[in-house]
């Protein structure tokens, strides 16, 4: 089996490199190959994943690469972990939208939108190229704003699960609470990408016993904390809402913290350096313990899971995971292809959401707004246009002011140009 990681040059990537050393059994990789066109970075950690491997007895092969299409050639299945802009980009988008009194996020409000412009040309880019070179590749997308990067890909036509980590922490968070393995744990998880909820936490399966009720009473303070929101809201809604729900729930108080510390993207570049510099020591044939303060917990399981999956490995049925793929009437007050992040049975065919229950007004009339923003931005980012980029902010439930979406506009402009054909 042959699989292709392009942004393998990521600091991030040692975590899947270790995810695939410990589950080769799941996953039997013969050749993995790493992409990416910063060639220094693409070394040392292309460096760090062969000495993982050698240390847990992995017998594939590991290769770099900055050429696409050598790369995705003859791949089984390709995973996407692009930040177009690199870190720089990032701190931009987490800075600007504070100018206008607006929270500065990489994935939520203008900040996602800037990221999704930037991302979504180059996506389709690479996912030409592999439909060329290997047309039965699939694509799976880890790249933010994962909803909307998938939704591009599919509507594209391309053979593509999105995939985010949200969920596999949260099963293991309340497998470790309630002292069981991570299996026996089933999610009532629904929404989009970076806007979900866990509205049961099923044992032994869909249909087991809901025991997230008395996860709140036991450890709500721990839950809470844990989310930065406070123990009464998670009791008075009775679900766990994603740490991204923050930016909705509490976003005033959010952009005034924002205002008062350096950016999360300041932070991740001095730790990146760090990283760096550590896989450039030859002794280093593990993950340095450094990694688990860069995000992306469980990242590696995830992928692991997915793709073994899609690709049949020793599978004797469909399996069940959360992804992003496309609505198809699951949530029947979205369009059909619109993209949401829900459970799904995932085989060599692809994904289908499992049904789920009504969902209340109080989170489908939030997700609506967002879906809608969703397929905007996408628009926005597949024609260009000032006026797609003004629409999209207007749309979206943290912005909403026209003149708050003026101002959004000409800065996400501004500091985005060079990565806007059309700008």
């Known amino acids: 089996m042959k699989l292709t990681v392009v942004g393998g040059g990521s600091t991030y990537t040692p975590e899947l490199i270790d995810g695939f050393a410990r589950l080769r059994d799941t996953l039997p990789i013969g050749e993995l190959v790493l992409v990416d066109p910063a060639a220094d970075r693409l070394e040392l950690v292309g460096g760090l994943a062969r000495r993982i491997f050698a240390r847990q007895g992995h017998p594939g092969r590991i290769t770099t690469t900055s050429d696409v299409e050598a790369g995705v050639e003859g791949a089984d299945a390709v995973l996407l972990q692009l930040r177009v802009g690199g870190q720089a980009a990032r701190e931009r988008d987490e800075t600007w939208p504070l100018e206008c009194g607006c929270v500065g996020q990489e994935t939520t409000g203008a900040g996602g939108l800037a990221k999704a412009l930037r991302t979504v040309p180059v996506v389709l880019d690479i996912a030409e190229r592999v439909r060329r070179t290997n047309p039965d590749a699939w694509i799976i997308d880890f790249t933010n704003p994962v909803g909307i990067v998938t939704r591009a890909l599919l509507q594209a036509g391309h053979k593509a699960v ?3 980590n949200v969920a ?6 309340f497998a470790r609470l309630l002292g069981v393995e991570p ?3 089933h999610l009532d998880h629904v929404g989009l990408n970076h806007l979900t909820w866990e509205r049961a936490v099923r044992l032994g399966g869909p249909d087991g016993e809901d025991v997230l009720p008395g996860l709140l009473a036991g450890h709500g303070d721990a839950i809470a904390a844990d989310l930065r929101l406070p123990r009464a809201l998670l009791d008075r809604l009775g679900v766990v ?6 930016y909705f729930y509490a976003h005033d108080e959010v952009v005034r913290e ?3 510390k350096p950016s999360r993207a300041a932070e991740v570049a001095a730790m990146e350096r760090e990283l760096l510099a550590m896989y450039g020591d030859p002794a280093l044939d593990e993950k340095p313990e450094l990694l688990a303060k860069r995000g992306g917990a469980f990242y590696s399981e995830a992928a692991v899971g997915l793709a073994a999956a ?3 490995s020793g599978a004797t049925g469909p399996a069940v995971q959360v992804v992003n793929t496309y609505n198809k009437g699951t949530l029947p007050f979205l369009p059909d292809d619109a993209v949401i992040e829900v459970q799904a049975a995932v085989d060599g065919s692809g994904a289908v959401p499992l049904a789920v229950p009504e969902l209340d007004p109080l989170y489908a009339g939030l997700v609506a707004g967002v879906s809608a923003y969703e397929d905007l931005a996408l628009d926005a980012a597949l024609r260009g246009g000032r006026d797609r980029v003004f629409k999209a902010l207007l749309a979206h439930p943290l912005v909403g002011q026209y003149a708050l979406a003026d101002g959004l506009t000409d800065r996400l402009i501004a500091h985005n140009r060079e990565h806007l054909a059309w700008a």
């Open 241 to 246: 809402p994603s740490y991204y729900l923050r």
């Open 310 to 312: 899609l690709l049949g």
């Open 258 to 260: 924002l205002g008062t």
């Open 168 to 173: 596999i922490g949260f099963q293991r968070k």
């Open 162 to 164: 999105g995939l985010c």
């Open 183 to 185: 299996g026996a744990v």
